[in-house]
């Protein structure tokens, strides 16, 4: 079983930024450079939806059309993380944002994630 655990949620006025970072353990035998890793948000109300991913060697990264260019996703390897840097966050960007590994994306989510982390609330004032 890998675990997931995010940090870097917060409230931030519209307009601002976040971080967000996902460390992952316990990788069952498999490496953390094996997992497509992604991050998905949730509003209250609405489903959970995907926002980004990103390869195995990070040299391809998918979005969803709302958070193109504002955006964008890395990983580092070497520590096992997964981040998600937000710019320009607007109140509609406000939900929890979970992180999950393993899962196939192309233009879209193909086999959604086998894995999901416990979620950071993002809150972006107006």
């Known amino acids: 079983q890998v675990q997931l655990v995010e940090s870097g949620g917060g409230l931030v006025q519209a307009g601002g930024s976040l971080r967000l970072s996902c460390a992952a353990s316990?990788?069952?035998?498999?490496?953390?450079?094996?997992?497509?890793m992604g991050w998905f948000r949730q509003a209250p109300g609405k489903e959970r939806g995907f926002v980004a991913a990103?390869?195995?060697?990070?040299?391809?990264?998918y979005y969803t059309n709302s958070v193109k260019g504002r955006f964008t996703i890395s990983r580092d390897n070497t520590k096992n993380t997964v981040y998600l840097q937000m710019n320009s966050l607007k109140p509609e960007d406000t939900a929890v944002y979970y992180c999950?590994?393993?899962?196939?994306?192309?233009?879209?989510?193909?086999?959604?994630?086998?894995?999901w982390g416990q979620g950071t609330q993002v809150t972006v004032s107006s």
């Open positions: 316990g990788a069952s035998g498999r490496t953390f450079s094996s997992y497509t």
């Open positions: 999950a590994a393993d899962m196939v994306v192309r233009t879209a989510v193909i086999r959604p994630p086998a894995h």
């Open positions: 990103i390869s195995q060697s990070g040299g391809s990264t």
